[in-house]
């Protein structure tokens, strides 16, 4: 099939329609509008609801009532809606509800801007809404990747009955690239015999975060921290660029590793040895990528697109083992290129720091 | 063939859209393109611009910082982004809106009355497309003709009536270029 | 001998964890009486939130989503949009409906959902140890309003038939009592209404119920309704304030 | 005459007295004794006397009462 | 001065009132009432405002007002409701507020239950809400330190113009101890020249999170992690108990450090080497008290109400040079103190996992 | 020759970010007329949230707190209850207000905290790119309603003025517009009648404001101040909803 | 016969001709010329026929304009 | 000296207030002491339970999983924490509402009639205390006279006059453990 031309926030859109989402809730935010006016025109075609809701809140809450009835259910907003949603994922994870939320992460803390960011790693991958919760992240770092992730999204949610956030920042959801969409398939949305939809004539069903004696609570978090060391087992996704006898070893997710990608390509050019490790899922972090890479690699440069948050990832990951540098711009500010290969070539041969 | 493109100037002069039809074109032509816009801080009315990356391979980074060419619609937007292209790259200044002229020396400069060439072929709403088609001719990076079929296929089939007068306007900034650097080569 | 009142096969067969003379026990018994009565069991969702009826899920013996404090509105969104077939309430408290849940309320309302709101109204945060809600009374002494409520200092109590009433999306509005036998009659009379309005697709629902909380009041119960009746049926008058003309 | 049966789910009722309080027959009265909830519940004492018109049902929040009456056809 | 028996929740409020607090904004939740319902009786006594606002997403908010407008301020939720308020915290954070935030800990995720839990330390000390910013957290472990820090945490929220969090959870709040309350002292406000008051006559203030401009976004930003730093630097609290000779080194916070200290007592008394460190700051983490034992301890037990959270900090402070061990409850459980003691009895010498 | 008109002083003279006939710099100077006429300029405080006024705060030279999407009520409260003598006021848009803010005015309302609450009916959110607001007409088209507002899915547009007349604590309710210089010569009565309020410590006021968004609404200017006389007006009638006694 | 004077800064103005649909007089017009911004700013046409009314200025959503009128003692 | 004692019956059996008593007394007496309860799932009416610690020395853990003594006012409590007391603890059992005895051979176990007491006192109000001077009597962690003048501090004035019914409460409690150990040794 032809490639066309597309948004990142459009491709969320149609990716999610082509993996049989039929219901988004949500509240307009900049960065991400393109998404909500897509599937405002797109969702009513295929017989399928765009619902805005009068806030973030609303919208976390109705996804937990559509998931809970059953449907293929997405939400989407930016930082300060996410952080309202806090509360709404906490209960979504505490019920087993699957569903995707998107975050288009842009600059903060507070209103901060509009600007592309990747600040709120931390409180994707650590869950910041209260409790003992994961969510699984996905970062997708094109146009193209955004349609295939997506699919994987909602099975994902599907398979651990468990949120799936795709954080992506404002470059990822206005750049437009050319995709191959393929043929729209019929999809088939695994069965969900705890849906509560009305016993008709069944077993009753319960949808429910409360489990009010501590023994029954702590039972059921032990069950989802089996659920989640499952995750951290089998779903762990990344890309290697060039790491083949990279002496210097960058780990970038989203945009801030296409930029790394441009910084390899130069280093190699000039000879240094340097490849990238681009984490897919930020939640479970892929320290399997690590381990083949860790003995020949001197040292490992994070770039990120923040003060400096999955940092802790690779550090928890390689464990003092290697060295463990950072460079990171903020606030809506991108790295650049040339600065990062600057950057490598200070710590080349390991005179970092 | 790398080719990173940015195009600047005032929110409302279609830059944007500009930028979309060169990527386009470069998608039609099987190379691997990518376009990112930029907002000023301004919600509209303020600057906007865009990067619009052409290539032969993969395209690693979309972000378009160090521009191969430039094409600026205001004065401030050259102002801004002078700097940026690389040595031996390309500026393309609107003459019509843009009083001043650019510094650099490693650069070409190539000055297009844009505005005023488009009124003369019927309408101003062309200025860009006349820039574009300068750009088209000095650089290669896509065909006029790749630019025609995007056109056919972005615009929606009422305005199918205004190709024709697109592509007079590609091939009058063609035209242009191509007379200045033979008048620089003579 | 035919029985003439037993207990509606929608709720379950267990004791309940309410304080004695608490009346949403009694509000429990008329929602599962109307289910039975309009013969929809099979095909309805409850939504409770978080108050002293969070275990309401336990008692209504068809499905049933518990809720986040206050989103029930939001949550029956959700149910309803993908099951537009089913019959969805909501089991609500005033500090979950009247405060906390503010927004979700009148949207919903607004929006015109299709569902059904039980409202309960008893003029505490019972749940959490009687602090004052938006619909304590001036004067009324909570733990949170030691010296009593203060206009002054927390303005005025809600009043949420009144207030969503004016929104074009609702259909069917009540406030009723179950203070004493002929209220109970009524007030279940407007619960059937609420989900006949439902059922007929006409809009969004909603029944205030002027509920006891004697615990929470320190009153022995059968003062408690005296209370009820005395103070707050003046402030809350009872009555349909919207209805469709296609309802009785 | 009316003949009307209650019967009271003893270990159900919490002895909040509202059915004694609303009986148009003051005929309900509370035990002496305890049920297993701790409570002196509710308990009827002259059978006879009742009319079988539930109110003490309608007015009781944890559906102790259950109320039966002879259905008297006519012709 | 006498001692008096106080409820930790009543105790937070009256360590409020005694550090100058005078405003409240707060919605009730489970397990804290006691301290609204104290501060409700309390705050008008001294002239104070005790408001109850119509959901905590408000209570922040107002926070966020009064703060600006100059005040000493506080609010206090447990989990659910500290959720709500992530937005609003990275709003106070970007606009440089200074404010207590109480979290009683629950038993989560979603609903959960209202037992005592440790399962927000990620949310607290990463920040749950968007975008790069910290909040201080303060851990009391008892009745008299809750007294204590309060004044503490209403002076680090003026001295760095930031939120302050204090974390406890159900069990603090509702066990009695002795307090010594000492004389109520007049408390100066530190001055606030940055309040916006109206202007009576002076210059325009303005109190805001909004930096449009990437360039200037990330200046804030890098202004902002410089104080981070410094907090970093300065205010590293830690209890060291039994730490001399210490083989296995326990690291414990609030409720579980208490059991833990039991468990150390009964190790002592078997003559096991065995020690604690109590964490007092969660953020900052108090690295500091680990370079001193780092040398003798042949591995660090981390034991939490929670799943494992702040054992991550302790990795990331170990670094690799020692084994980190974690033993946990959750759900509102309590770790019990033979259950630990059996578990450091395994690592012994060494001989865990 | 006197000046008959010229700039207030309580707004910065710099020039605003406004699109071109955007009214929100009408209302913008209305209220810096009303507190210079009210000579409160050093004691005001201003709070503005985000929407297109999120830069409200460079315009207005009095002290301003830029607050978040919806809860500039919340912060308002917390402002005006630590500076009661203070002069307290909120700008918030239909989406800002209507929406995500719908609690938090509810409940200032309710409590009756005494500031003033300028609130700006554009139908849209004009911010983000012109999304249905709550507000939005029924057949209105917007970015997220591109078939037009359908009643069937997203309910009808909310009555801000009228829901919160209901509530005790409100002492001063207005509706006004700026399409035509008469309305705007009324919209200013309106809004120094609010301040008034305040400042005589009545309670809550509020003065909802018909305004013009000719970029999203897809409209040149004048065209714009048509459609909003034609479509809004009848829909949103104007008038004062609300008023006390002691104000005339 | 009124005497009054509207000024126009210019540099403000966005060109929305609102002063132009609503001055009673019909005298404002948008000028030629583009100011700094990008707009055509509305200028005064016949400043003699203008009453001073300050209705364009009440309008004008920029502040641009600014209106004096003779004050006429009398006595 | 170090002691923890847990309280446990049905809420509203005034179990939580009489370990205030306690622990009140123990920081009178200058011990270190902590209170702290424990609600079972219902919000009332269901069973709650404290734990009391005195200690001579600073009290690492307050939670009380492995009491020294345990007073058990209702029969679930008692088959619930029975299995948890130190071996050589106290059980004090109120036979007045608990018709079953304690299995634990290894644990000295009392069984007081405190509500037929307490009535024969006047007021079946101060069974609490019955159980309390019986605890006080066999384990000495603090006076009467240190709980007769917590009473003082913790009533209101107005009810002051209850004070001397509590104390009575006390010493037949005591008295009865006192007679009943004679009866024992004798
Ligand atoms: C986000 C959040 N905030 C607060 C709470 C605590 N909470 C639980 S129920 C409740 C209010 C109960 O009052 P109401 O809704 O009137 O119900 P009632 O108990 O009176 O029946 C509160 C504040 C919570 N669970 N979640
Ligand atoms: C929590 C949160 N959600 C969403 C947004 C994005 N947002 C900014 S302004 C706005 C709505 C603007 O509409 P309105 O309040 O009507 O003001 P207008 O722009 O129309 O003047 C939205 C949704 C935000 N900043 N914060
Ligand atoms: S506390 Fe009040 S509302 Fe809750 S169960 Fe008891 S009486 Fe009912
Ligand atoms: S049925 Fe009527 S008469 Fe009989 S006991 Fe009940 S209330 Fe009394
Ligand atoms: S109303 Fe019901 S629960 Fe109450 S006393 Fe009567 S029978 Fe018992
Ligand atoms: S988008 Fe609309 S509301 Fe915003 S400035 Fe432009 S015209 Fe005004
Ligand atoms: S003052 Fe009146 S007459 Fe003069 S230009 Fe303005 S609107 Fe026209
Ligand atoms: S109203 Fe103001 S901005 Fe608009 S055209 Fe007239 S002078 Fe210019
Ligand atoms: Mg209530
Ligand atoms: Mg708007």
Request: glycine residues 10%; aromatic residues 8%.
């Amino acid at each position: 099939m032809a490639k066309i031309l597309m948004k990142g926030n459009e491709a969320i859109g149609e990716g999610a329609v082509r993996a049989g989402c039929r219901y988004f809730f949500g509240y307009p935010i900049t960065p991400q509008s393109e998404l909500p006016h897509y599937l405002a025109k797109r969702l009513p075609e295929v017989g399928g609801l765009y619902l805005q809701s009068e806030s973030e809140t609303a919208a976390i809450n109705m996804v937990y009532g559509a998931a809970g009835a059953g449907a293929r259910v997405m939400t989407s907003s930016s930082g300060p809606g996410i952080s309202l949603m806090q509360e709404g994922i906490s209960y979504l994870a505490g019920a087993e509800l699957p569903c995707v939320i998107v975050n288009m992460i842009r600059g903060g803390p507070g209103l901060g801007n509009i600007a592309p960011a990747q600040s709120d790693y931390f409180q994707a991958t650590r869950g910041g809404g209260h409790g003992d919760y994961r969510v699984i992240v996905l970062a997708p770092a094109s146009v193209q990747e955004i349609i295939d992730l997506m699919q994987v999204a909602f099975d994902l949610a599907d398979r651990y009955r468990n949120p799936v956030m795709v954080a992506g920042d404002g470059i990822l959801g206005q750049m437009m690239e050319p995709v191959e969409l393929g043929e729209e398939k019929e999809i088939e949305i695994p069965p969900r015999p705890w849906a509560a939809t009305g016993r008709m004539g069944g077993d009753k069903k319960l949808i429910s975060s409360l489990y009010i004696v501590p023994e029954e609570l702590e039972q059921h978090n032990l069950k989802l921290a089996q659920k989640y060391t499952l995750i951290i087992e089998q779903e762990q996704r990344w890309e290697e660029y060039q790491l083949a006898g990279a002496k210097l070893v960058l780990v970038a997710f989203g945009t801030a590793a296409r930029i790394c990608k441009a910084v390899v390509d130069r280093c190699r050019e000039e000879g240094l040895a340097v490849g990238l490790i681009r984490p897919i899922t930020l939640w479970p972090f892929p320290q399997k990528a690590f381990a083949p890479v860790i003995n020949e690699a001197e040292g490992f440069l994070v770039v990120e697109m923040s003060l400096g948050q999955m940092v802790e990832d690779v550090r928890l990951t390689v464990n003092g083992r290697r060295p463990v540098y950072f460079y990171g711009r903020c606030g809506g500010m991108l790295p650049v290129a040339a600065d990062v290969v600057r950057e490598v070539k200070k710590l080349y041969g390991g005179e970092g720091q | 063939m790398y080719q990173a493109i940015l195009i600047a100037g005032f929110g409302g002069q279609g830059v944007l859209s500009t930028g979309q039809l060169l990527a386009y074109a470069g998608m039609l032509e099987g190379k691997h393109v990518s376009w990112i816009p930029s907002y000023g801080p301004e919600m509209r009315g303020g600057t906007a611009n865009c990067g619009v990356t052409i290539s032969d391979y993969p395209i690693s980074s979309p972000v378009v910082t160090e521009p191969t060419s430039l094409i600026v619609m205001n004065r401030p937007s050259l102002e801004k982004f002078e700097g940026s292209v690389v040595p031996g790259g390309l500026i393309l200044v609107n003459s019509s809106l843009i009083d001043i002229k650019a510094t650099r020396k490693d650069v070409r400069v190539y000055y297009i009355p844009a505005n005023e060439l488009a009124e003369e072929l019927g309408s101003s709403k062309v200025a860009n497309n006349v820039i574009l088609g300068a750009l088209l001719e000095l650089t290669g990076v896509v065909t006029p003709d790749a630019v025609e079929k995007s056109l056919r296929e972005v615009l929606p089939p009422h305005r199918h009536d205004m190709i024709p007068l697109n592509r007079r306007a590609l091939e009058a900034g063609a035209a242009l270029v191509h007379r200045s650097a033979a008048a620089r080569a003579g | 001998m035919q029985k003439v009142f037993t207990r509606p096969r929608s709720l379950k067969d267990i004791p309940t964890h309410y304080c004695p003379g608490c009346t949403h026990g009694i509000v429990h018994r008329l929602v599962a009486e109307v289910i039975d009565e309009l013969d929809i069991f099979d095909r309805t969702i409850g939504v409770a939130p978080v108050g002293c009826s969070v275990f309401a899920y336990n008692y209504f013996d068809c499905d049933m989503f518990q809720a986040s404090h206050g989103r029930a509105p939001a949550v029956a969104t959700g149910i309803k949009r993908v099951l537009p077939d089913r019959v969805v309430f909501t089991y609500q408290g005033d500090g979950d409906l009247a405060a906390i849940g503010t927004g979700e309320i009148v949207h919903a309302a607004a929006r015109g959902e299709k569902f059904t709101v039980i409202f309960i109204n008893n003029a505490i945060y019972a749940m959490t140890g009687g602090q004052m809600a938006p619909t304590t009374l001036l004067g009324q002494k909570t733990t949170t309003t030691p010296y009593g409520r203060d206009k002054e200092v927390n303005g005025y109590p809600v009043k949420i038939a009144e207030m969503l009433s004016v929104l074009d999306g609702t259909a069917y509005v009540a406030r009723v009592s179950v203070h004493d036998p002929a209220s109970v009659v009524k007030a279940k009379k407007a619960i059937k209404r609420a989900f006949e309005v439902q059922l007929a697709g006409l809009g969004f629902s909603l029944v205030e119920v002027l509920s006891a909380c004697p615990t929470n009041w320190g009153l022995p119960p059968v003062e408690a309704l005296k209370w009820l009746a005395e103070n707050m049926i003046p402030y809350y008058p009872l009555g349909e304030y919207k209805k469709p003309a296609e309802v009785g | 005459m009316v003949v009307a049966r209650v019967t009271f789910r003893e270990e159900r009722c919490k002895g909040c007295e509202l059915c004694v309080n609303f009986c148009p027959r003051g005929i309900i009265t509370m035990a002496k004794h305890i049920n297993s909830m701790g409570f002196h519940p509710a308990t009827i004492e002259d059978q006879s006397r009742c009319t079988g018109c539930a109110t003490c049902a309608r007015m009781c929040p944890d559906l102790v009462i259950e109320v039966e009456r002879e259905v008297v056809r006519v012709g």
